[in-house]
């Protein structure tokens, strides 16, 4: 059959878009392609590097998935992939788009009301510790942290607090917590036996000075409780 494009190597382009449809961002990434395409990159990033660090993991849960849209990224280095979140839209909305090629499980989960049946080797949480109360924090990562082997290990991110004077207005209302880095380490350390945070700025994950640092993320080792 002749090729329909105009070099041989793009016909895979129509193959897989006349084979398995083109696909959705999902509600929470469309948003952000919508409102600040730039913004989808870091975000995309952040799920690389739990990707990299996480790699030979078997059984692996995500703790405030969104839409899920960066699942894939991890997928590709783990074992299976359980994705959980509070709001049953998202859930519904990951169902929807679901892909036998990138099978996961989805369910509704506030981890506030208790750990999820585990355990699993590894966890990760990314922008959602800033909207947990200071108050309930203990809780969610006590919670988190229980859903574990007792080898687990989990990865946390989200923004600084000095990062707030740059985020947007619909950011910041569900900001609640945000935190300096040796603030997150502590709380962090009350759960886990080794705690190591690195800085973030734009796509960039380094070791650099913590206060210039738009995002931090960390990792946990060896959960206390198991």
Not at 7 to 13: A, P, R
Not at 95 to 103: C, F, G, L, T, V
Request: aromatic share 8%.
């Amino acid at each position: 059959m002749k090729p329909r494009t105009k070099e041989k190597q793009y016909e895979e382009c129509l193959t897989v878009a006349e084979t398995a449809g083109i696909a959705s961002l999902g509600l929470m990434t469309n948003q952000v392609w919508h409102d600040d395409p730039r913004r989808l990159a870091f975000v995309l990033a952040r799920y690389k590097f739990v990707a990299k660090m996480l790699a030979g993991a078997e059984a692996v849960l995500e703790v405030g998935c969104g839409d899920a849209f960066g699942a894939r990224i991890v997928q590709q280095d783990v074992g299976s992939l359980t994705v959980v979140d509070i709001d049953p839209l998202f859930i519904a909305d990951i169902e929807k788009r679901a892909d036998p090629r990138w099978s996961l499980k989805a369910a509704v989960h506030d981890m506030l009301s208790g750990p999820f049946a585990g355990p699993f080797d590894a966890i990760y949480s990314l922008d959602v510790l800033e909207h947990i109360a200071e108050l309930e924090e203990d809780a969610f990562l006590g919670n988190a942290a229980a859903s574990l082997g007792p080898h687990g290990v989990m990865i946390v991110g989200m923004p600084s607090l000095a990062s707030q004077a740059h985020a947007s207005p619909q950011s910041r209302i569900g900001h609640v917590n945000c935190r300096n880095a040796p603030d997150l380490k502590a709380s962090l350390a009350r759960h886990f036996r080794n705690v190591f945070v690195f800085s973030m700025n734009d796509e960039v994950v380094h070791t650099g000075f913590w206060p210039m640092a738009h995002y931090y993320l960390a990792l946990c080792c060896g959960p206390k409780g198991a």
